[in-house]
C-alpha cells in the first residue's frame, strides 16, 4: 500500500479483555516496529520484526503483550486481560532495511475502562 | 544505555517568533532524525543529518548535527501556527537497529 495502515484506529475495551491491533506495513519493507505512546509523550519501543529473523522483543512491558508478523508482511500485536495502564496510542512504523527514516501508522488508540 | 535529552519539553510561542528545540547526548549517533508529530497521527520525518557539522534547511526550519555527532538542533524561523506540533528527534547509534527516541518538544504557535 502507499503508507502504513492500522486497524482499527480507536478500541474501547473492558478491563480483563484481549485486544488485537493490526498493521499493515508498507509493501516490501522488511522492517517492522511496535511503539507505545502514551498522553503525546515520546515513544516507547514494545517490538522489532526484521525479514525472517527472530524479532526483538525486549521492549515488551510484560507477558500480557505478544506480537507476531505473518508472511514478513501483517503484524498484529495482542494485549492479553487488558490494564487501565494499556491505554496508549500504539504505533507500528515501517522501514525498508532496518535503517533510515519511518514511516508510521497513524495508530490505534486503546482505552480500556 | 543511550540517552537522547531534547529541550524545552513544551513551547508556546506567539506567530511570527523564532525558537530552538534541542537534543543532547553523552553518546555518538551515525545519524539523527526529526519528526513532526500532529493530533492523531504518526510522526512524520522531517529530515535526516548524518554528517558532524551538517545544516540542513527545510523552508523556514533549520536542522543542524553537532561536529561530534552528539548532538542537534531545530531552529524555526517567523513560526507559523502550522507549526504547531509535537516535534521529536531520533538519534541512529552505530552498528545498531534502533532508535533512540527524545521524550519530544510540544510546540504551540498561537495566531
Known amino acids: 500500500g502507499a503508507g502504513v495502515s492500522q486497524s482499527p484506529s480507536n478500541k474501547v475495551t473492558e478491563k480483563g479483555k484481549d485486544v488485537e491491533l493490526r498493521c499493515d506495513p508498507i509493501s516490501g519493507h522488511t522492517a517492522l516496529y511496535w511503539y507505545r505512546q502514551s498522553l503525546g509523550q515520546g515513544l516507547e519501543f514494545l517490538i522489532y520484526f526484521q525479514g525472517n529473523s527472530a524479532p526483538d522483543k525486549s521492549g515488551l512491558p510484560s507477558d500480557r503483550f505478544s506480537a507476531e508478523r505473518t508472511g514478513g508482511s501483517v503484524s498484529t500485536l495482542t494485549i492479553q486481560r487488558t490494564q487501565q495502564e494499556d491505554s496508549a496510542v500504539y504505533l507500528c512504523?515501517?522501514?525498508?532495511?532496518?535503517?533510515?527514516?519511518?514511516?508510521f501508522g497513524s495508530g490505534t488508540r486503546l482505552t480500556v475502562v | 544505555t543511550q540517552l537522547l535529552e531534547q529541550s524545552p519539553q513544551f513551547l508556546s510561542i506567539q506567530e511570527g517568533e523564532n525558537l530552538t528545540v534541542y537534543c543532547n547526548s553523552s553518546?555518538?549517533?551515525?545519524?539523527l532524525q526529526w519528526y513532526r508529530q500532529e493530533p492523531g497521527e504518526g510522526p512524520v520525518l522531517l529530515v535526516t543529518?548524518?554528517?558532524g557539522g551538517e545544516v540542513k534547511k527545510l523552508k523556514r526550519l533549520t536542522f543542524q548535527f553537532g561536529d561530534a555527532r552528539k548532538d542537534s538542533s531545530l531552529h524555526i524561523t517567523a513560526a507559523q501556527p502550522g507549526d504547531t506540533g509535537l516535534y521529536l528527534c531520533a538519534g541512529a547509534p552505530p552498528s545498531n537497529y534502533q532508535l533512540i527516541w527524545g521524550a519530544g518538544t510540544k510546540l504551540i504557535i498561537k495566531p
Open positions: 512504523a515501517s522501514t525498508l532495511t532496518g535503517i533510515g527514516g519511518y514511516t
Open positions: 543529518v548524518v554528517t
Open positions: 553518546s555518538v549517533f551515525s545519524s
